[in-house]
């Protein structure tokens, strides 16, 4: 707590001889000043991280960490536990697997005794957790690709969702939370297009990291950084 407050004291006392304006200013590029410089993505937790992955194509993918995949896999694993615990049916794993539409069928036709008995809440309970896991679980693996071969990049299970290479101005490195070397802080990396439009591509609570992602996609491009962190 006492780090914390020294911490606090030097921010206020310390003064940073260039304004953030001026910091803008130093792109020398107009569009700089045009564009949002607040964070895009609403959700970062430090297990969300990805790391690049350079194919012999020379494209490059951000894969999900080892993290990212293990935590919502325990929600999914608690919450199936929590549901085959109270259900009335309670199948074997080889019945799971082998015969699962048979167990379906066997587990909506005792749903009405299960909806009648104590076992419910519980049942909820671990249907929540299920459906938790299986919602962050399909977040943190989206793919995020930028293909060299065919010069697009695109996000997500959908191949609608893609961008030419040319429609892309800048990268654009932020601090998302956090001000200080004490504070926790997640930067993003986004795409701004020449539309002045920006696109959220991942965050990182590591800056010397994502600073690194973002060089290499400027060197794939071929188009500048704008690193206010």
Do not use: C
Not at 121 to 133: A, I
Not at 197 to 215: F, L, N, Q, T
């Amino acid at each position: 707590m006492f780090k914390q407050l020294l911490s606090k004291i030097k921010q206020i006392t310390t003064t940073d001889p260039i304004s953030f304006s001026d910091r803008l200013k130093a792109f020398n590029d107009p569009m700089a000043e045009e564009i949002g410089w607040e964070p895009i993505s609403r959700i970062h937790i430090g297990y969300f991280n990805r790391r690049p992955f350079k194919t012999r194509h020379e494209s490059l993918f951000f894969i999900p960490s080892m993290t990212a995949v293990l935590f919502p896999m325990m929600f999914i694993l608690m919450g199936g536990y929590l549901m085959w615990a109270s259900s009335l049916l309670q199948p074997g794993l080889e019945a799971m697997i082998f015969y699962p539409v048979h167990t379906l069928r066997h587990y909506l036709h005792l749903m009405p005794r299960l909806l009648a008995s104590d076992r419910i809440w519980v049942h909820l309970f671990g249907l929540v957790f299920l459906l938790m896991g299986l919602v962050h679980l399909f977040y943190s693996v989206r793919p995020i690709v930028f293909n060299n071969t065919r010069k697009v990049y695109a996000k997500g299970f959908w191949p609608g969702h893609k961008i030419s290479f040319d429609e892309i101005h800048a990268v654009q490195v932020i601090s998302a939370s956090g001000s200080g070397p004490d504070t926790s802080s997640v930067y993003e990396v986004n795409l701004v297009l020449k539309t002045r439009k920006r696109i959220h591509v991942y965050g990182h609570p590591g800056r010397e990291r994502i600073v690194s992602d973002a060089a290499e996609l400027s060197k794939m491009l071929s188009i500048p950084i704008w690193d206010t962190t």
